[in-house]
């Protein structure tokens, strides 16, 4: 039982080594953080300037998908993606985004916006469909 344990830990270990979905971070004005060699690399990349909440997210090999300010999304070239403005979040919302992946599927991604205090929008959702425009293009 105890080495059937053990082999259980260390499967869950390595699985969980080869999930790379937050090894970019985009942050603050043109600011970034790459992950992928295991060593924090500072990049300046980064279109968006954003002082409070952002996300981002990348694929299962560490690949750079996109990030968003909750009110803007750019693509992995840095490029605003089509149908990427006018998400619904506000700048001065603490988590104004967050991206999160369809369950069962690499491909569909869900970025929720949150609006600031006393905002009409509230909390929205948008899609973006990484097999659309070459994954450079968010579906409303």
């Not at 069962?104 to 990484?130: A, E």
Request: glycine share 12%; aromatic share 12%.
């Amino acid at each position: 039982m105890k080495s059937k344990l053990t082999l259980f830990f260390i499967f869950l270990f390595v699985s969980a080594q080869s999930q790379k979905y937050a090894n970019h971070w985009y942050f603050g004005c043109n600011s970034a953080i790459d992950f992928n060699s295991g060593v924090p690399v500072v990049l300046s990349n980064s279109a968006m300037c954003q002082a409070e909440g952002c996300s981002s997210i990348s694929d299962d090999a560490g690949n750079l998908l996109f990030y968003t300010d909750g009110s803007t999304v750019w693509d992995n070239t840095h490029v605003t993606m089509a149908n990427g403005v006018g998400l619904g979040g506000n700048a001065s919302s603490t988590q104004s985004a967050l991206i999160v992946r369809q369950p069962g599927t690499t491909t569909t991604y869900y970025i929720f916006t949150t609006d600031g205090f006393n905002g009409g929008n509230g909390l929205q959702y948008n899609v973006v469909d990484m097999t659309q425009n070459g994954g450079l293009e968010l579906l409303q």
